[in-house]
């Protein structure tokens, strides 16, 4: 199976923006709805957001108003545009299936993700 790549994580201050991107292979892509996920040591793998191929998205609470998913269907690409970051954003971001989502860490296990960390 090839795993995601994922890129575009960084060191950022509280209010400032990121542009994460993830690259999935087609069977991947074309066979589910793409989602962002991050964990941070000792906690769930949490659902982000995502997005369907009628582009229709789903936002969890605490990043609706600054977080916006997109996706490439030619290059197979999923984007998240973070804004107005806060330190509790701090974690690594792994793009998978959203149907994943519930089942423990698998969504986190895969590839290697990309550090986002913000400071106050």
């Known amino acids: 199976e090839v795993q995601p790549v994922e890129s575009g994580g960084g060191s950022v201050q509280a209010g400032g923006s990121l542009t994460l991107s993830c690259t999935l292979s087609?069977?991947?892509?074309?066979?589910?709805?793409r989602a962002w996920y991050r964990q941070t040591p000792g906690h769930e793998c949490e659902l982000v957001s995502a997005?369907?191929?009628?582009?229709?998205?789903y936002y969890t609470d605490s990043v609706k108003g600054r977080f916006t998913i997109s996706q490439d269907n030619a290059e197979k690409t999923v984007s998240l545009q973070m804004n107005n970051l806060k330190p509790e954003d701090t974690a690594v971001y792994h793009c998978?299936?959203?149907?994943?989502?519930?089942?423990?860490?698998?969504?986190?296990?895969r590839g290697q993700g990309t550090q986002v960390t913000v400071t106050s």
């Open positions: 998978a299936p959203r149907g994943w989502a519930g089942l423990g860490t698998l969504a986190c296990d």
């Open positions: 087609r069977d991947t892509f074309d066979g589910s709805d």
């Open positions: 997005i369907s191929n009628d582009g229709s998205t």
